[in-house]
């Protein structure tokens, strides 16, 4: 359904991107950030799935700094060369890239943005730094941690009961922190209970989750459908 593109950052760094369009006009615009795994086949899969949806999406290739075309799956392996990719690039690089992904959809509308992982991280990172009219964030690792950071849009929140990367303690006091926001945690679901290529995947989470996720978009990037006459 999408297609590779590039794009170039404030930094003049070009970098690979997925982009996905809806066959109609767009109901707004989603910047969809990866998981540690780079824009794999699953990502491109979500950027299709919210291309049908309504929206235009653009995954950066954020990773591309560290190695170019990052394309992992998901045993121990891939797990382990994700961290160490991430580790080789910094927030002032992974802002500078989302947003020139956030430029690539001008004119679709309001923008969004939504992540998974590490990308749940970013969102939350990004929706305080940078303009967005939304963001929905899942399982990010270090959302927590940033909890007294305020973030300029609405941001909703996703995180699995049983994630063991990310304790339900901290969760409970970023929900504290963020009385204003909604923080979803789903019973019996671990960490990347969303992606079905994964152990992890715990199909009711996802499914809710997918539908809360919509709704959230809905109501804060769809304009309100004019009256007849």
């Not at 760094?13 to 109901?27: C, H, I, N, Q, V």
């Not at 891939?78 to 690539?104: H, M, N, S, T, Y």
């Not at 304790?167 to 922190?177: C, N, Q, R, S």
Request: some cysteine; glycine content about 10%.
């Amino acid at each position: 359904m999408g297609k590779m593109i590039k794009l170039k950052a404030k930094d003049g760094f070009e970098l690979g991107a997925y982009r996905a369009d809806p066959s109609g006009t767009p109901k707004g615009g989603l910047v969809v950030i990866q998981e540690i795994f780079g824009v794999n086949h699953h990502m491109k899969n979500i950027c299709d799935q919210y291309a049908k949806e309504g929206y235009a999406c653009v995954a950066p290739a954020v990773f591309d700094r560290a190695e170019r075309d990052v394309d992992l799956g998901y045993d121990e392996d891939a797990r382990k060369k994700g961290f160490a990719l991430r580790q080789k690039i910094d927030w002032p690089q992974i802002l500078a890239d989302v947003q020139a992904a956030r430029d690539e959809l001008k004119g679709v509308g309001k923008v969004g943005i939504i992540g998974y992982c590490f990308g749940g991280s970013v969102v939350w990172k990004a929706c305080v730094d940078l303009n967005f009219d939304v963001g929905v964030s899942f399982y990010g690792g270090q959302v927590p941690e940033f909890k007294d950071l305020k973030a300029k849009c609405p941001v909703q929140f996703h995180f699995g009961e049983e994630d063991q990367g990310i304790p339900l303690a901290k969760v409970e006091d970023f929900k504290k922190a963020h009385p204003e926001a909604p923080v979803h945690i789903y019973k019996g679901a671990g960490h990347g209970f969303t992606c079905d290529e994964r152990g992890s995947f715990h199909k009711e989470a996802a499914q809710t989750s997918m539908k809360r996720a919509l709704d959230f978009l809905k109501e804060h990037l769809t304009p309100p459908a004019r009256k007849a006459a």
